[in-house]
């Protein structure tokens, strides 16, 4: 989302920060960028990394002046030439709900929180689950599965036909849906009725669903080949990978039996309030370094919804489903309304600029699962899921 974390104070810069989307989206294009340099003398300008990628080289960073992410989002990028500051949405997540109570009933043995979509390997979960039962009948496993509602874009159909299948016979799994994205008060409850959270994704993000188990103290069991940022701020000595489904259940026993004494999962760098102290000295020196003055102050409020694009703040005319700028137009307009400086583009350049960069892109496997019945989609989602499966072993 486009989101400005500080005003322009007299000579001391404002701060916009894109999303990540919007950056990839827009940064290829001679408009955006003529617009971010005509009012860069009054403005820094950052992108907020919500996503992983092996691959940063595609991307123009010309204009940009720091990225909010962790080196682990983006191994390849260039530090001597971009500059990162360790904070994202993983950084903000609200302590004062999410975090250990003692007072609460252990009653599930292991939680996972996970969607309905490719990326989750939900599969993984299952047969995880499966073996742990076989091994110990008196386990107890919760599955919330969060904005389920998916199937349209990812022709994920397959989700309750594994379920059923594999752990649908145990009484001992509880699945609880969810048609929009539950509470975050109800999910810290959940985890915090919980002894171990199960994370099967492979590849995401800032991942905050790990910081908000390691805030309640919860052991994090995660894929050894996972890639993206799910192991920041969690102890490592309480992050376990595994690298099969027979590693994941031996983790899972070895820990639910044991009686020795947990120490703290988390660390400071999923401390809210710390992150907030440090987010503020860290851009003071940024400022110092580009021979700035920094003054007034940041606009901290709600960071771990509003730097992902999930609060929308902007009207329709700006934006779509969420706070993302939905158009080149969208972005001139927004810089001409609400931020202060001058640029002349006519809409006819923005025209032409898209022209010259429009690629045109046919996917062909898309069109087909569009038009395709149900049965046939399960079939190759069936078939890709048996490529990917977790091994046993």
């Known amino acids: 989302m486009v989101f400005k974390l500080k005003e322009l104070e007299e000579d001391s810069p404002g701060i916009i920060i894109f999303s990540h989307k919007e950056f990839v989206k827009y940064s290829k294009y001679k408009t955006f960028n003529k617009i ?3 009012y860069h003398k009054n403005y820094f300008f950052g992108v907020h990394w919500g996503a992983s990628y092996e691959n940063t080289s595609k991307f123009n960073f ?3 002046d720091f990225n909010f ?4 989002q983006l191994p390849d990028l260039d530090l001597n030439k971009n500059t990162i500051l360790p904070f994202t949405t993983r950084s903000f997540i609200p302590n004062d709900i999410f975090n250990e109570d003692k007072k609460n009933e252990k009653k599930y043995d292991v939680i996972s929180v996970t969607r309905k979509v490719n990326v989750k390997f939900n599969l993984d979960l299952f047969n995880i689950c499966r073996e742990l039962i076989k091994q110990n009948p008196k386990i107890k496993v919760l599955i919330l599965v969060a904005n389920p509602n998916y199937v349209k874009s990812n022709f ?3 989700f309750d036909d594994n379920f059923n299948n594999i752990l649908g016979n145990f009484e001992n799994v509880e699945l609880v849906n969810f048609k929009e994205i539950p509470d975050q008060s109800i999910v810290a409850k959940k985890l915090q009725n919980s ?4 994370f099967t994704s492979r590849k995401e993000g800032v991942a905050k669903v790990t910081a908000e188990a390691a805030l309640c103290n919860l052991p ?3 894929n050894k080949s996972f890639f993206g940022a799910a192991r920041v701020g969690i102890n490592p000595k309480y992050l376990l990978e595994y690298d099969s489904i027979s590693t994941a259940v031996k983790y899972v026993n070895d820990y639910i039996n044991s009686s020795a004494h947990q120490d703290k999962v988390f660390m400071n760098d999923l401390v809210d309030k710390e992150n907030l102290l440090q987010l503020n000295k860290s851009l003071k020196n940024f400022y110092k370094m580009k021979n700035r003055q920094f003054e007034g102050k940041l606009d901290t409020l709600d960071l771990k919804n509003r730097l992902n694009s999930y609060l929308k703040e902007l009207p329709n005319e700006y934006t779509v489903l969420n706070n993302d700028l939905k158009n080149l137009q969208a972005v001139k307009k927004y810089f001409l309304d609400f931020c202060i400086g001058q640029v002349e583009i006519s809409n006819l350049g923005i025209v032409l600029d898209r022209i010259k960069n429009y690629k045109l892109h046919i996917n062909l496997k898309h069109i ?3 038009f395709s019945p149900v049965w046939f989609i399960k079939i190759v989602r069936k078939r890709n899921a048996q490529k990917n499966m977790l091994s046993y072993e």
């Open 36 to 38: 971010l340099k005509a």
């Open 62 to 64: 010309e204009n940009i």
């Open 69 to 72: 992410c962790y080196k682990e």
């Open 156 to 158: 994920d159909h397959l």
């Open 195 to 198: 002894k171990m959270f199960l």
């Open 220 to 222: 994090v069991l995660i």
């Open 368 to 370: 087909i699962l569009t």
